[in-house]
């Protein structure tokens, strides 16, 4: 019985952290179709730095479910945001959106965002549910996570020690 209502304690308080999460100002411009409107709200590399410091500390507390389907995807999608509004430098030209590319890097901070895009992996099984053919999610490697945590100033990871 104990195990029981641990577990079920477990699945209402990562809930909780799920619909927390998902109130909180991330890319629904992104998610909502207006691609545009959301790279132009990028205005400085700090401003994705603190987005995606919140949502790792998100994928954190929930890691499955669309938690962490919401969470990661919206890492990808911040730092892709920035690379168009620093003229492709982290990413490639790929990923314009007609951005005026008005955004400093330093080139720490674009060796910390190609590290967190490397670990942005595509995947077939939710295509259905977005408005683009391809949906990528933030799954990390244990050792790119360690660094990019780091660099962020994000505790470490039980699950990726």
Same mark, same amino acid.
């Given at each position: 019985?104990?195990?029981?209502?641990? &577990?079920?304690?477990?699945?209402?308080?990562?809930?909780?952290?799920?619909?927390?999460?998902?109130?909180?100002?991330?890319?629904?411009?992104?998610?909502?179709?207006?691609?545009?409107?959301?790279?132009?709200?990028?205005?400085?590399?700090?401003?994705?730095?603190?987005?995606? &410091?919140?949502?790792?500390?998100?994928?954190?507390?929930?890691?499955?479910?669309?938690?962490?389907?919401?969470?990661?995807?919206?890492?990808?999608?911040?730092?892709?945001?920035?690379?168009?509004?620093?003229?492709?430098?982290?990413?490639?030209?790929?990923?314009?959106?007609?951005?005026?590319?008005?955004?400093?890097?330093?080139?720490?901070?674009?060796?910390?965002? &190609?590290?967190?895009?490397?670990?942005?992996?595509?995947?077939?099984?939710?295509?259905?549910?977005?408005?683009?053919?391809?949906?990528?999610?933030?799954?990390?490697?244990?050792?790119?996570?360690?660094?990019?945590?780091?660099?962020?100033?994000?505790?470490?990871?039980?699950?990726?020690?």
């Amino acid at each position: 019985m104990t195990i029981i209502n641990s &577990r079920l304690t477990e699945f209402f308080v990562t809930s909780a952290i799920c619909l927390i999460s998902t109130s909180m100002p991330l890319p629904t411009e992104a998610q909502s179709g207006d691609l545009q409107k959301f790279v132009d709200s990028i205005k400085s590399t700090e401003q994705v730095k603190t987005a995606i &410091r919140g949502l790792i500390s998100n994928l954190d507390q929930c890691g499955v479910g669309s938690c962490f389907n919401f969470n990661s995807t919206a890492i990808c999608e911040w730092v892709a945001a920035l690379d168009s509004q620093v003229n492709g430098q982290i990413i490639g030209d790929f990923t314009s959106v007609g951005s005026q590319g008005n955004v400093a890097i330093s080139s720490s901070d674009l060796s910390l965002m &190609r590290d967190i895009f490397s670990q942005c992996k595509p995947t077939n099984y939710q295509y259905w549910n977005y408005s683009s053919m391809l949906h990528v999610y933030y799954v990390p490697k244990p050792e790119i996570d360690k660094k990019v945590r780091k660099a962020l100033g994000i505790p470490s990871n039980k699950r990726s020690r």
